[in-house]
């Protein structure tokens, strides 16, 4: 019964991973494909795991290569509208005028080519996309050849053959499912998932001022607790923990052991417990231990040593 909960949660998902192991030195390779034409990206994956930091590191090559033009980020959310993106009435001392959304205003001045503009999307999904561009979907492809009359203002439309469009997905978030079809097919889907190997590099720069477990033991913790969430019936690939997750914020030089302690029990695990619904101890259980589920779940929060018992005996099961 497992394993046939797990296969329907697959094939009712249209962002499906197969292999536990993720060759994360391919995604600046796709964006290069994908910025040799212009296509629209969506980068998407679970939360943490370097979506953003992708963004920068493509926008540090285009540099390199002396090809980025302007580059503009917005972030969607659900007032997120079509007056806001492509063009609507804004109020004024002397009534209500004309104004261009941000998107229809980065396009009216285009770099020239070979420069390429990127207009990147944060948190694509969290707006109705489908009424947010507007008939604007139909200018995404053939640039060359398509413009639209807007529906506002009636102007003609056209999206520029060097403007390259990339969003961020959250494939956490359950509105994923929202995602219209139209804009499925027109966008480029680059999967972006948890890295072992990002993580320990971040944490071997920054060292770890603890005796109690070892970095590699840390980064088999992390690899363990994200195995577990692909393994459950519940949750799978995509609702796993992000490296960043792991690391805790602003973090800049030896992490102590109580740093880390306190990041799992007010950052991991809460986020973990959101996913089945706050004091689900049976289901919390099943990610982490009854021990360690009971212990969070009556004092919200773990000790040093009842974290560091947890982090050696997860890294080191069979």
């Not at 607790?225 to 995509?238: C, M, T």
């Amino acid at each position: 019964m497992k394993s046939d909960k797990k296969n329907s949660f697959n094939e009712k998902s249209a962002y499906t991973i197969t292999t536990e192991h993720f060759d994360h030195s391919m995604i600046l390779k796709e964006l290069e494909v994908a910025a040799s034409n212009c296509t629209p990206v969506i980068l998407y994956g679970p939360p943490g795991t370097g979506k953003t930091r992708f963004l920068g590191l493509f926008a540090d090559v285009l540099t390199k290569q002396s090809k980025l033009g302007k580059l503009e980020t917005v972030q969607f959310h659900k007032k997120f509208s079509y007056e806001d993106f492509i063009e609507g009435f804004s109020p004024s001392e002397k009534g209500f005028i004309k104004k261009d959304g941000v998107f229809k205003g980065f396009c009216s001045t285009p770099s020239k080519s070979p420069l390429i503009d990127v207009f990147v999307i944060d948190e694509i999904n969290r707006a109705d996309l489908a009424t947010t561009f507007g008939e604007t979907l139909f200018a995404i492809e053939d640039r060359a050849k398509r413009s639209v009359k807007t529906s506002h203002f009636g102007d003609n439309f056209s999206i520029p053959e060097n403007t390259m469009i990339i969003g961020t997905m959250n494939t956490a978030d359950r509105n994923i499912s929202q995602v219209d079809f139209a804009i499925r097919r027109r966008f480029k889907f680059i999967p972006v998932f948890p890295d072992t190997s990002a993580l320990k590099e971040w944490i071997s720069k920054l060292g770890l001022e603890n005796e109690n477990f070892s970095i590699d033991e840390y980064c088999l913790f992390f690899e363990k607790i994200n195995q577990r969430i692909r393994n459950n019936p519940l949750l799978g690939a995509h609702m796993q923990l992000g490296q960043s997750l792991f690391v805790p914020i602003n973090s800049a030089g030896p992490v102590p052991v109580q740093i880390l302690t306190a990041n799992f029990s007010e950052v991991i695990v809460p986020q973990l417990e959101a996913y089945f619904g706050f004091g689900n101890k049976r289901e919390l259980s099943s990610l982490l231990n009854p021990q360690i589920s009971e212990s969070y779940l009556r004092n919200r929060r773990l000790g040093i040593e009842e974290f560091s018992a947890f982090v050696r005996e997860t890294a080191n099961e069979k």
